[in-house]
């Protein structure tokens, strides 16, 4: 089956600039996880949906960050105006939600905030 | 509060040794632990999880509820282990947090 599909994969950006990153999950998986990955740290959750209902957003920066799922498949999440402590690798996992509690990962965008 | 607590960054072993990445646990409820492991320039992937009671590759872990531990141990380290592991703790809802990850060394 195909992976959890991410893009882009690389981006630079200045400081107060926009940015935007897609994921498309494994076909079926009903939750879907965006994860920051700031360099010699563990990922931190940002944002939890269940289908197209945000279950857990609680360490998500709201006065720069949104992300949204529209339709319960695809995800995109925006990072608006960005910072220099922004710069990290942005991961995108998606679970079943029945049973397993496997999540699986995308290959994850990196962002340089310059 | 969750926390999942991995207290080294760097373990380092010979080819043979035998490894323990430790993994400490906070959470009021029953949670459900796991161990994700990131191979150089591949993605994370999981490794085990504490309901599955499996090996992986030769390593094993045990929740101890007790201690509030999870630690992933495995009897001879290969070269091909060298990786970063994340302990992992699952809440209601699917929710799940990471530790800070270990990254494992093994030398020849």
Known sequence: EAGVAQSPRYKIIEKRQSVAFWCNPISGHATLYWYQQILGQGPKLLIQFQNNGVVDDSQLPKDRFSAERLKGVDSTLKIQPAKLEDSAVYLCASSPGQNTGELFFGEGSRLTVL | ?108
């Open chain 2, 1 to 108: 509060a969750q926390r999942v607590t991995q207290p080294e960054k760097l373990l380092s072993v010979f080819k043979g040794a035998p490894v323990e990445l430790k993994c400490n646990y906070s959470y009021s409820g029953s949670p459900e632990l796991f161990w994700y492991v990131q191979y150089s320039r591949q993605r994370l992937q999981l490794l085990l999880r504490h309901i599955s009671r499996e090996s992986i590759k030769g390593f094993t872990a045990d929740l101890n509820k007790g201690e509030t531990s999870f630690h992933l141990k495995k009897p001879f380290a290969q070269e091909e282990d060298s990786a970063m592991y994340y302990c992992a703790l699952m809440s209601g809802g699917f929710k799940t947090i990471f530790g800070a990850g270990t990254r494992l060394f093994v030398k020849a």
